[in-house]
């Protein structure tokens, strides 16, 4: 799969938005979704989880180290991470889909990434009882990550201005629906899943070597302490924007001049972006929209 030629998807153009099994979506994930649905998981896969933005290739990266650092030196610098983990639900044609690429997957344990809302996840990986890694990132900040996304990625729908994005994303009108039900959905299932590692973006800022520690034990993985740390390093914000296995750098649907993918990589950022009228909007709807939740955020550290 190293050899693919990406350049064929400099021909994508920029999708619509609609409703599909109750969330806002896009064709570039619902066309494959018979063979989505029917995802065969296997016991020792791992899903990594997340809403668009809050981590997922950060927490990709560590995984893959964390199995496969050692074990085979090409992975690492000719296999781009989104090969390595692929994208369950993407369909990007000519490129093989995110099903096809599991399928396909030589590896054990297989890392499979998703955003879809826990109600769409297929229900193989509930079945084999998969380890599940979800990341959560404060709505603010997410909401920023996102914005600066499409603005750079042609296969999303294109967000308009800052406000309209906003006011969109409050609505629940992203692509994998509402911010507000994805944390909630997976939130409510680690309380019966024991299988579930729910992990956020702030704490990893703060405080990755401790937040490894944790995804270790969680994974049953007694990685060494000096191998531990490497895997901090390298996966630090600075060395992942180096990084052109990790930085999605020669991806042609992506324009790195409106906005590189490893962006910034921050807690607070919001604070760049939200006027005093949107933040104290925002902050109102979203007492609203997580009232019945445990569920608490960071928005800084
Ligand atoms: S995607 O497209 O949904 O898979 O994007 P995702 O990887 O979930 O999120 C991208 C944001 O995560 C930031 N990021 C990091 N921050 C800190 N440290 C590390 N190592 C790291 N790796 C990725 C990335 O910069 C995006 O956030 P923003 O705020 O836009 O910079």
């Not at 000519?94 to 690429?101: A, D, I």
């Not at 994998?176 to 579930?196: A, I, M, R």
């Not at 703060?206 to 520690?213: A, F, K, N, Y």
């Amino acid at each position: 799969m190293e050899g693919f030629d990406f350049s064929s998807l400099k021909l994508i153009s920029r999708p619509e938005l609609f409703e599909f099994e109750g969330i806002s979506m896009v064709h570039y994930f619902t066309e494959n979704w018979e063979n989505i649905q029917k995802f065969q998981a296997r016991p020792d896969d791992i899903l990594i989880a997340t809403y668009p933005k809050a981590g997922t290739t950060w927490v990709s990266y560590i995984l893959d180290l964390l199995y496969f650092g050692n074990e085979a030196p090409d992975r690492q610098t000719s296999i781009p991470i989104f090969m390595r983990v692929p994208f369950l639900e993407a369909t990007f044609p000519p490129m093989p889909s995110g099903v096809e690429l599991a399928d396909n997957l030589p590896t054990k344990p297989r890392l499979i990434k998703t955003h879809l809302p826990i109600q769409l996840v297929p229900k193989s990986f509930w079945e084999q009882n998969c380890k599940v890694v979800y990341v959560a990132r404060n709505a603010k900040d997410n909401a920023v990550s996102y914005f600066h996304f499409e603005r750079m990625n042609k296969g999303q729908p294109d967000p308009g201005d800052w406000n309209t994005f906003l006011q969109m994303f409050m609505e629940g009108k992203k692509v994998f629906g509402p911010w507000y039900d994805h944390v909630c959905g997976y939130w409510e299932k680690k309380q019966t899943y024991s299988n579930l590692h729910y992990m956020f973006f702030e704490d990893m800022v703060e405080d990755p070597g401790c937040e490894l520690d944790s995804l270790c034990s969680f994974l049953g993985l007694n990685t060494p302490i000096e191998e531990r740390k490497k895997i901090t390093k390298s996966t630090h914000f600075n060395n992942m924007k180096e990084n052109k296995m990790t930085n999605y750098s020669g991806v042609p649907v992506m324009d790195f001049t409106i906005s590189p993918f490893m962006r910034k990589g921050k807690v607070g950022d919001w604070k760049n972006h939200f006027t005093v009228a949107q933040n104290e909007q925002f902050d109102e709807h979203y007492k609203q929209k997580m009232k019945n939740t445990t569920l608490q955020f960071r928005i800084e550290i």
